[in-house]
C-alpha cells in the first residue's frame, strides 16, 4: 500500500507527528486507498514559512503568466481526466460519470480562470478635479488557507485553488480527510504545470488539528472553507476575532417545487437527479419536495416507481445510479433522521434502511428513501441529513410552497416546475436562495456564475464566476496629480 506525505516548502514531506491515517473505499471497505499524513500544527506552521516566501515571489509575476500556468492545469486535467474519475469514484464512491463532471468543473475553473488573469479589471474614472488621475485596481492578499469537503473533491478545491492563484496568492490546502488522494494528485498537476512550489502547500490531516492550525495562523489572512454550518460558525468566530477575509459555503435544505401545471416526465427526470445523485450528499441536493395537491398522487406513484429501479453498487461498474455514502457516522446520521421522520408522523414510501447484498455488503449503502406527509416546519423538514432522504410536502398552491420553500434557515438553491413564466419570473425575485433554477434540479451550477447561498448558507460571498476574484483580491486605488499644485479634494473642486 503507497505511503503519501505532504507537500510543504517544495518537498514531499512526511508528517511531523509520524502519524497516517488510512484513506477507504466507502463501497468496499476492505480496499484502502493509501495511507496518508496526521499532520500537526508543527507541519502547517513550516507550511506557513514557506508560503510566505511563495507568496513574495508569485505576487510580482505578472497575472496573464500565472493565467498561463492555471492554462496548463486545465490541459493537464483533460489529459487525465478518466483516471482522475476513476481514482476519485475508488475512494469516495459516486458514479463515474458524475466524477467525470466533477474534473470537468476543475478544467472549466481552470481555463477561466486562465483568461481572468488577462483581465482582472480594475476601474478608471474621472476624478473631481483638473489634470489629475483616479483609478482602482487589484492586489493579491498574501496567504489563503483552503479547507474543502468531500463531496466533489476536484471541482470545490478548484475553485478555490485557481481564482486565488490567478490573483497571486499562496495557497495552503487541506482537503478532506475522506479524499486525499484527489488533493494529492490536483497538487502534482499543478507542479507539473509549473507553478513555482512554495506558492502552494498541501498539508493532509483532520479538520480539529490541521484546520484549526490553518484558521488560526496569524499569517493566514485569508480563509476559504466549505462545509457544515456548526464548523463553519467556529471558523467563523476565529476569522472574526482575527479580522480575516473569510468565505463560508455550508449547509442546504433544497426544494424543487411542483405545481399543478408542471410537466411530470421532466421533473421526475429532474427529481432523482437532484435527490439521489451523489447519494444525496451535496449542499445543492434536493432535500425537500414541495408538491401542489393536483398533481401530488400521480407524482408521488411515478416517483416510487423509478426510485425502485436506481441500482446500488459500486460506482465504477456500468449501470450504477448511486454510490454508497462517505463514511459509517453518515449512514448512521440518515438513520437516526429515519427514526425522526417516524416520530413525527410522516410517511415511509420508498427505502428506510441500509442496502445489502452481496457486493453492497462491505459498503456504506442506504436505500434511496422517502416521506410524505412531512410537515412544515418538523425536524425533517428543516434539517440538514446530507443523504439520500426526500421529505415530500403537500401545498395548496404556489404562495404557500414559495413560503414552505423560504421557511428554513438555509438558502442554497431552490427549483420551480412550471409552464407560467410569470410565475417563474416571480420565484426569481421571491424565493429566498443564491440560485433558483426554473424547470430544471437543484443542481447544475456552471463554474463561470457565481456560487453560493443566503441566510445560514453561507457569509454573504460567492464562489465562481467573476465574484470570486474579488474576494481573493484587496482593491487598490491610485491617485496621480499632474497639476503640479496642492489640489484639495471636495475643497478646490468647484
Ligand atoms: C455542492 O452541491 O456541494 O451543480 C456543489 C452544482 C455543482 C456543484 C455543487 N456543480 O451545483
Redesign the pocket.
Known sequence: MTTFKNFIAGQWVEPTTGDYFDDINPADTRDVVGKFPKSGKADVQRAVESAKKGFALWKRTPAPARGDILRKVGDLLVARKEEIATLMTREMGKPLAETRGDVQ?GIDTAYYAAVEGRRMFGHTVPSELRNKWAMSFRRPIGVAGLIT?F??PL??PTWKMFPALACGNAVIFKPAEDVPHTGHVLVEILLEAGLPPEVIQLVHGFGETVGAAIVEHPDVPVISFTGSTETGSKVGAECGRMHKRLSLEMGGKNAMIVLDDADLDLAMDGLLWGAFGTTGQ????TSRLIVQKGVHDTLLDRLGARVAKLKLGDGRKQGTDVGPLIHAQSREKVERYVGIGKKEGASLVAGGDRATGKELDHGYFFQPTIFTGVKAGSRLEQEEIFGPLLSVIRVADADEAFTVNNDVKYGL?SSLYTRDVNLAFRALNELDNGITYVNAPT???EAHLP?GGVKQTGNGHREGGWEVYEFYSETKVGYVDYSGMLQRAQIDNY
Do not use: K, L, Q, Y
Not at 282 to 285: H, L, S, Y
Open positions: 468543473e469537503p463531496n466533489f471541482a470545490i451535496r449542499c445543492t441536493a438553491s443542481i447544475g451550477a456560487f
